[in-house]
């Protein structure tokens, strides 16, 4: 009877295997999923080829295989040749609530081949950790260590899901920050961008992403070779930079010679997180001595360096922001609805404004850029600080806020009315919307409207009125 299947992963000289209830299996990773399924053994280990073990290992594993269990966590060394500190899990009530994370070494278990078989051809994280919920309910753990861990990136064990894997893919130098960003907003961005912009002339950089948006993309490539992270291709660089976020990187990414975790902030919320003892990292650097400090005790070693983050002006960028301002008593011949249905396109368009909308209407509406405020005696400061005045009203008798923007050289954004036609307003200083754009089958035409007034949004128009259009009131007063 085989109670014990040893997988070796590459080829290792110094394991003696006396034991007939030992099956050793030689695995370069690759079709490994078959491999565990080919075996005899009751129980999978795994040995990493350039790691060592105690002499008594085997009898050690053999002798835990004679209990019921689904997972087996290792107590283990790691060996740095370039760092004298030891680390060894020591907290003996912690080792036992070990389990499989997904994209984890492997090596540090022992399974149940039964319940190992379940989960090895999950690929999405969501379900294979529920499963792991739900399969390795019976945990135990080595306490002594007689594993030895000596990591060198040049081999990387490739885990179950990279059984498959089609192609290698080379880049001199990786920057990869999972899934924790999406390109939206986070303090990755800025410090990608700023990587890009000190450092793009001097290095050859691949921005390996799961998910980001097209405008940080288009934004990144700029800088960097972007390229959509994919489980069956295995990324092969030089040196990988990743982040505190993603402790746990893909095994589909080696790197040959360093990789990298940068710390990011102070982490205030380190005591809510779970403390990392896999150490699969050459350096962690933090981005200040503050970040490193406060790191301390949360990451497999205190030896962490830090290096302020890189910073230069992009002094080549357009003012992003739109400035809106609108200015009336608030009644339904205004029709403030159309404001709201223009800021309702403007958030679904994520197009960052603020809206300043001086009324009468004391109830508080504010929402995202749009901003009811107390109407004022004089309104003009804010209107010559905005890109545009809106005024969008079922009629005007005169419209005095249009001229006064007009005069501050402030565009203005209008309805078709008779009296603007009198005061010289026209398509070509001002951008009029038809009233039917504001009904819910015309939002696409009234989007592109939107959109049109944002691009153009620093263009300068011109607007002089003819003082000769109030020269009767010369007749009015008695000399």
């Known amino acids: 009877m085989i109670d014990l299947s040893l997988i070796v992963l590459g080829f ?23 491999t565990i399924k080919d075996s005899k053994g009751r129980y999978i280990a795994f040995i990493k080829e350039e790691d060592n073990i105690r002499e008594d290992y085997l009898k050690t594993v053999l002798n835990k295989c004679s209990d019921d269990f689904d997972c087996c966590f290792i107590n283990y060394k790691i060996e740095f040749n370039y760092i004298n500190e030891p680390k060894i899990i020591k907290n003996k009530d912690e080792l036992k609530e070990f389990k499989p994370y997904y994209g984890e070494y492997i090596w540090a278990f022992i399974y149940n081949k039964e319940s190992l078989i379940k989960i090895l ?32 990136s040049t081999k990387l064990i490739k885990d179950f899901q990279l059984s498959d894997i089609k192609r290698n893919d080379y880049s001199k130098n990786i920057i990869y920050i999972g899934n924790g960003c999406n390109g939206v907003f986070n303090g990755y961005i800025s410090w990608m961008k700023n990587i890009g912009r000190c450092f793009e002339n001097k290095y050859e950089i691949t921005f390996l992403y799961d998910n980001c948006i097209d405008e940080t993309l288009k934004d990144f490539s700029k800088y960097f070779r972007c390229e959509q992270r994919k489980d069956d291709i295995n990324y092969v660089c030089d040196r990988l930079l990743t982040t505190y976020s993603n402790y746990f990187y893909p095994k589909n990414i080696t790197s040959l010679e360093e990789n990298y975790l940068f710390i990011h902030g102070n982490m205030s919320d380190y005591p809510n997180t779970r403390v990392f003892h896999d150490d699969i990292y050459t350096k962690y650097i933090a981005v200040s001595k503050t970040a490193a400090e406060k790191a301390k005790g949360y990451f497999p070693t205190n030896n962490i360096d830090y290096i302020l983050n890189p910073f230069k002006l992009d002094d080549s960028l357009t003012k992003p922001h739109l400035t809106l301002s609108s200015a009336f008593r608030y009644s339904d011949v205004k029709r403030p609805d159309r404001i709201e249905k223009m800021a309702t396109i403007l958030d679904e368009l994520q197009i960052p404004y603020t809206w300043n909308l001086f009324t009468d209407k004391y109830e508080n509406t504010n929402r995202n850029g749009l901003i009811y405020r107390t109407r004022v005696a004089n309104p003009i400061p804010y209107i010559k600080d905005s890109d545009y005045f809106v005024l969008l009203s079922d009629s005007e008798s005169y419209g005095y806020c249009v001229v006064e923007a007009l005069s501050v050289n402030t565009k203005v954004v209008l309805t078709p009315l008779e009296v603007y036609n009198e005061l010289g307003i026209n398509d070509e200083n001002a951008t009029i919307i038809p009233f039917d754009y504001f009904e819910d089958n015309n939002k696409n035409k009234l989007k592109e409207i939107i959109i ?28």
Do not use: C, R
């Open 12 to 34: 290792q000289n110094n394991i003696k295997n006396e034991q007939n209830n030992v099956e050793m299996i030689y695995s370069n990773g690759i079709n490994l999923i078959d």
């Open 121 to 152: 051809e999950i690929k999405d994280k969501d379900i294979f950790n529920k499963k792991v919920d739900e399969e390795f309910l019976n945990n135990t753990a080595i306490e002594d260590v007689i594993y030895f861990h000596k990591p060198t």
């Open 452 to 479: 049109k007034m944002y691009e153009e949004k620093d263009k300068i128009v011109k607007y002089n009125i003819d003082e000769s259009l109030w020269e009767k009131y010369n007749s009015i007063f008695k000399k």
